[in-house]
């Protein structure tokens, strides 16, 4: 039970279909405490990964995630831009010339992921951001669709434990305490991709 | 000659701040701007940064302005995918983007090195745009000036009877006063001697600011008719002060 190229690219078309159809949720919890574009920024960041992959189906997942991670840096206009990029370039480099990764080579990979959006976006847990959905479904030491499965309601709940914090990073902390009660955009978004991994990364 | 890239979330704020600089040093400075996904789109690229940083290239190095937040996390990636080498010459600049641009484009264009052309952007941050009280300028101000005379004689009098430097003051009668283009020549001309310049705006009753420094002689305000004094003092004040007197008996270009 590996991840192979075929999951990759079905779990990058499930994430776009998704981020899509929450376009505008992702854009009313934005507004609410940031400056409303994440939906759009997403979808469109979601779109342009679309179209490079149409140049992958015989590139090694290397390869794949970087050309991924590229597209959302220049396509995505908001902060979560360069944290998503660096997130799949991170998972890129973790990958090198795979074409499919051993679960015990994924969850590496995908720490690495994590680590690279938490040096990048200098946040830590409890900051209110898409690491505390991220960060939430790293380590699950299981078969790997059931660490899926487990990842993805892990970084369910902690995208909701975003509700009740204060904002310390991005345009949301500049609302400080006002920013308690509303859940954070990029901790959605996250969970909308591990959601997706779940339902798509191995095969069904 | 040192680079400039303008890193803004907006196509036509990156365009305005290039317009800005290149109105200081007439073109001089390869100012380039990246600004939003594509005209009408907000965000930051980092494809457009890299393409920026390229086009902005050369032996001196390239200094990089931002503005909101992630401006600068795309800046920092755009940084790390340049080759090693070029990267070396590459710095981002966390001086406020208007003042820090223009500051860096006047102090690029005296030929100065990538790190002070840096250091004269981060001086832009202590610029004080609004003057807390003008009403009362600081006491004893008036006491070691100096009417001009002639308009070119070297008529400088010693400021002190140490002789450790010259003042003179100076009626500026062009038609804009100490703004844009003539405060760029201004502090070029300031810059190429190597006595500490300092310079006041006696109307307003201001505190000295650096004469070398285009956003400090900017914020000074010094319009058409105000008295300036300006302050030298160094081993070569008194060309410095004739030079000075000069150019704005000229009418500052």
């Known amino acids: ?9 079905k779990w990058l078309e499930r ?17 609410a405490i940031g400056d409303g574009d994440h939906g759009a920024n997403m979808d469109r960041g979601f779109q342009a990964v679309l179209t490079r ?46 074409a499919a ?16 959006v938490i040096k990048r976006g200098k946040a830590g847990p409890g ?19 059931e660490a899926l499965r487990l990842a993805a309601a892990a970084a369910e709940k902690g995208m909701k434990d975003t509700i009740p914090m204060v904002a310390r990073k991005g345009r949301a902390s500049y609302l400080g305490e006002r920013s308690a009660g509303h859940q954070d955009p990029g901790a959605t978004s996250s969970y909308l991709l591990l959601r997706a991994a779940a339902e798509t990364l191995v095969g069904s | ?40 789109t907000l965000g930051t690229s980092v494809e457009r940064i ?18 909101l937040g992630s401006a600068v996390m795309s800046a920092e990636m755009a940084l790390e995918m340049l080759p090693p080498e070029r990267r070396a010459l590459v710095r981002l600049c966390p001086a406020p983007l208007v003042e820090g641009a223009v500051a860096a484009a006047v102090q690029a264009s005296l030929g100065g090195t990538l790190r002070e052309v840096d250091a004269a952007a981060r001086r832009a941050a202590e610029l004080k745009k609004v003057e807390e009280d003008v009403s009362e300028p600081p006491a004893g101000h008036e006491k070691a000036e100096v009417e001009r005379g002639g308009p070119s004689e070297p008529d400088a009098v010693d400021a002190d009877s140490e002789g450790l430097g010259l003042e003179l003051v100076l009626t500026v009668n062009n038609e804009h006063g100490l703004h844009a283009r003539p405060a760029a020549l201004f502090t070029q001309t300031a810059a190429r001697f190597k ?41 070569d004040q008194q060309e410095a002060l004739k030079a000075i007197a000069d150019l704005i008996e000229g009418g500052l270009g």
């Open chain 1, 1 to 9: 039970m590996d991840v192979t190229r075929e999951g990759v690219f």
């Open chain 1, 15 to 31: 994430s776009a279909q998704a981020l899509r159809e929450n376009r505008d949720y992702l854009t009313q919890l934005d507004a």
């Open chain 1, 53 to 98: 992959l149409k140049e992958m189906a015989d590139q090694d997942l290397g390869t794949v995630f970087k050309a991924v991670g590229m597209a959302l840096v220049s396509s995505v206009g908001g902060a979560a831009g360069p944290l998503y990029g660096t997130f799949f370039m991170q998972l890129g480099i973790a990958s090198g010339a795979k």
């Open chain 1, 101 to 116: 990764l051993t679960p015990e080579e994924w969850v590496d990979a995908f720490e690495a992921g994590v680590k690279g």
């Open chain 1, 127 to 145: 900051d209110k951001t898409m690491i505390d959905a991220l960060r939430s479904a790293v380590a699950e030491g299981k078969p790997l669709d």
């Open chain 2, 1 to 40: 000659m040192v680079g400039l890239v303008i890193v803004a979330h907006s196509f036509k704020l990156a365009e305005g701040v290039k317009e800005l600089a290149d109105q200081m040093t007439g073109g001089k400075v390869r100012v380039v701007a990246a600004g939003g996904l594509d005209e009408e």
């Open chain 2, 50 to 67: 890299v393409a920026a940083i390229d086009a902005a290239y050369g032996p001196e190095g390239v200094l990089v302005f931002m503005d």
């Open chain 2, 195 to 235: 006595s500490a310049v300092t310079v006041r705006n006696l109307t307003r009753g201001t505190p000295a600011a650096n004469a070398k420094s285009l956003i400090q002689v900017l914020g000074l305000g010094v319009e058409r008719g105000h008295r300036i004094a300006v302050s030298v003092r160094g081993p």
